[in-house]
């Protein structure tokens, strides 16, 4: 089946720094790739769509300039929370769908806990 | 806007119990569902989902759900469930407007633990 990896699978950070999370699709093309957000004991929210060769689509209430997200080839898409703080601290976790096929089906990666200072 | 409600937190049961998951959502209009299982350290893997037709869907590992569309809801059984069943369960929907698709609004998870 599809795969999808994340790396890292999980960061500390200081309050202020900057860090970048990659999704890749690894055996398939994922033209589009969707980064959710998790906070504990609570659902999967869908921050951004994140669409290859464009920008990406921000979902209400989530700042673009703190996460920006980079889907630079069919196989990568990456969110750098920039200037994190300590309420960025969360479980961020991407997916996709396979490339021309439809998005309601859609393959997730295992996920990152970062941990801001 | 649409939402999705999973009635249980945490279902402790066990071996060979049968097993409901409660899921109901908010919109009128068509929807794709789905159930995602989460098992411990790993990543959302799909169980099944419903787009059409039959409203008894079978999934893998022996999970079923059915759409009852007058109830709104997507509940997800097992007959007998099994000490490796013990995993977070999500429920899905994916809201289509006029043809469009929608984005996947996920459920806050069920904790099933199941004791051997």
């Known amino acids: 089946g599809a795969v999808v990896s994340q790396h890292p699978s999980w960061v500390i950070c200081k309050s202020g720094t900057s860090v970048k999370i990659e999704c890749r699709s690894l055996?398939?093309?994922?033209?589009?790739m969707f980064w959710y957000r998790q906070f504990p004991k609570q659902s999967l929210m869908l921050m951004a769509t994140s669409n290859e060769g464009s920008k990406a689509t921000y979902e209400q209430g989530v700042e673009k300039d703190k996460f920006l997200i980079n889907h630079a080839s069919l196989t990568l898409s990456t969110l750098t929370v920039t200037s994190a703080h300590p309420e960025d601290s969360s479980f961020y976790i991407c997916?996709?769908?396979?490339?021309?096929?439809?998005?309601?089906?859609?393959?997730f990666g295992p996920g990152t806990r970062l941990t801001v200072l | 806007a649409q939402s999705v409600s999973q009635h249980n937190h945490h279902v402790i049961l066990s071996e060979a119990a049968s097993l409901e998951l409660g899921c109901n959502y908010s919109y009128g209009g068509t929807v794709n569902l789905f159930w995602y299982v989460q098992y411990p350290g790993q990543h959302l893997q799909l169980l099944l989902k419903y787009f059409s037709g039959d409203p008894l869907v079978k999934g893998i590992k022996g999970f079923e759900a059915e759409f009852i569309k007058s109830k709104f809801s997507f509940n997800l059984r097992k007959p007998s469930v099994q000490w490796s069943d013990t995993a977070e369960y999500f429920c899905a929907v994916n809201a289509r407007y006029g043809g469009s698709q929608g984005n996947l609004i996920f459920g806050k998870g069920t904790k099933l633990s199941v004791k051997p």
């Open positions: 997916s996709a769908p396979i490339a021309g096929a439809s998005t309601d089906t859609q393959y």
């Open positions: 055996d398939f093309q994922a033209t589009t």
